[in-house]
Antibody, heavy 117, light 110 residues
Framework: EVQLVESGGGLVQPGGSLRLSCAAS????????MSWVRQAPGKGLEWVAN????????YYVDSVKGRFTISRDNAKNSLYLQMNSLRAEDTAVYYC??????????WGQGTLVTVSS | QSALTQPASVSGSPGQSITISCTGT?????????VSWYQQYPGKAPKLMIY???KRPSGASNRFSGSKSGNTASLTISGLQAEDEADYYC??????????FGIGTKVTVL
């Protein structure tokens, strides 16, 4: 069974940093693009970032470029999102997702990031 | 990129068919057969219902179908059931590794 389990969310002050992790199991992690998708409270879904199987390609939504870094460790079956210079508008549930055919079939349960003073 | 345009809400009676539209531009929906649709219940993670415009993944009901014409994609739910009441989001590849979601549509079963 495919499982994606996020961790690392919490309350952080504006300008602060947070690192999200996603533990993957039940599939060959190194064979898939992986993504982060977020959802602000009461709002819609927003794609945040993608990373290729070997980490050689990374893409970001414009609003997080230069502040967020997606990475992965295939030996540990883990995906990460380093978030720096956090803003109130980054407050959201962050989902770890497995990408295939330009879509996301497997999703984690999400981890809440709250940026507030 | 700007979010894809979806109606805020769509409703129908049990057994009816409803269609949700998803309008983008020639830079996203109109350029790629890479439109996907997601169903989301409150407090839950989204579930993939349609990918690559009209393909259904395993586990998605065959009452769900997708199509595209020009810059507009559509999701049709046939034989509407109470369990279909949820939020629905479209998403399209927009080139250069970028993806854009729709604003979401709330489906109500009357």
């Amino acid at each position: 069974e495919v499982q994606l389990v996020e961790s690392g969310g919490g309350l952080v002050q504006p300008g602060g940093s947070l690192r999200l992790s996603c533990a993957a199991s039940g599939f060959t992690f190194s064979s898939y693009w992986m993504s982060w998708v977020r959802q602000a409270p009461g709002k819609g879904l927003e794609w945040v970032a993608n990373i290729k199987q070997d980490g050689s390609e990374k893409y970001y939504v414009d609003s997080v470029k230069g502040r967020f870094t997606i990475s992965r460790d295939n030996a540990k079956n883990s995906l990460y999102l380093q978030m720096n210079s956090l803003r109130a508008e980054d407050t959201a549930v962050y989902y770890c997702t497995r990408a295939a055919s330009n879509s996301w079939y497997a999703w984690g349960q999400g981890t809440l990031v709250t940026v507030s003073s | 990129q700007s979010a894809l345009t979806q109606p805020a809400s769509v409703s129908g009676s049990p057994g009816q068919s409803i269609t949700i539209s998803c309008t983008g531009t020639s830079s996203d929906v109109g350029s790629y057969n890479a439109v996907s649709w997601y169903q989301q219940y409150p407090g839950k993670a989204p579930k993939l219902m349609i990918y690559e415009v009209n393909k259904r993944p395993s586990g998605a009901s065959n009452r769900f179908s997708g199509s595209k014409s020009g810059n507009t994609a559509s999701l049709t739910i046939s034989g509407l059931q109470a369990e279909d009441e949820a939020d629905y989001y479209c998403c399209s590849y927009a080139g250069s590794g970028q993806y854009v979601f729709g604003i979401g549509t709330k489906v109500t079963v009357l």
